[in-house]
């Protein structure tokens, strides 16, 4: 389709006809590959009973292809120069609501509520802006809306991490993080020749799906989240300097630290980063029970 916002020759006329400057401090590199457009929503698989969210629009290239295919399009972008080229570019398509506002500051619950006129499952879907691809994902995650799933371009080298199984370098807190959540799905790698400009490293399309249950069963979640941050502190330390460095050396918490370590089964000579969500849950759990 040669009137696609995203063919090299439309966004350069766009682009020009605005006298459109990147900003490389908000992450605007543009997908100028229809193909690749066409791949995300087909992986995001979005019908007509389905409303998305969407972060970045930037000139509307991803935001048309989701308008074709989904009931209704929210989408954020913090750019107000181009909100105008969005006028123009996304006016054959009634069903987007372009909001002019920072993501992370955003009433998510709300902004949904007040633009999504039936109740239809919620995805997002998003050429993220680099600089900030982890708070946005934290923010979804925590969002106090429900996300069924979320199809979302980043550097392979961050959805490697959020990907990552136990004992690799790329495993970390957020890994535990998103995979307590959802179920993750590396969906393919785009080449930087995509976009433009052209960012330095290549990205990946990743697909993540809201579990019915969180992946492990904790007592308390915060003290779960707080229990892998810590041991993941001193990253080529033991489980144990890790855990006496955040929690304590006097000899109350040595011992408590100790009987938990028992009681989950983990050797403490273990390095945090070899244990599964399973084990961090379980430590965890043992800690709380053991407390008193
Ligand atoms: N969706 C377009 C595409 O695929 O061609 C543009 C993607 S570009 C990687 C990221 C977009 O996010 C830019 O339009 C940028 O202005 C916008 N952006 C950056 N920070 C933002 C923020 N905090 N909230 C909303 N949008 C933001």
Redesign the pocket.
Known sequence: DYKDI?TPSRTKEILKKYGFSF?KS??????TEPNI?RKIVAVADITGTTNVI??????????ENLARAANQVLA????GR?LEVLAETLAPYPNVTVLH????KANLSKDATAVFSQNYPVKVV???????TTP?MMRFLEADLEISEMIV?MQKEVAERITASPSTKAYGTLSIAVQYYMETEVAFIVPKTA?VPQPNVDSAILKLTKRAQPAVEVIDEAAFFRLTKASFQLRRKTLWNNLTHAYGKDEATVSWLEQSLEAAQIDRKRRGETLSLTEFAELSNKMIELKE
């Open positions: 995203a900003k908000l992450g605007q590199n543009f997908l457009l969407e972060v970045g629009p930037g000139i509307g290239a991803l935001t954020y972008e913090i750019d181009l506002e920072d993501v992370l998003a050429n993220l802006p680099y600089y900030i946005i371009m976009f």
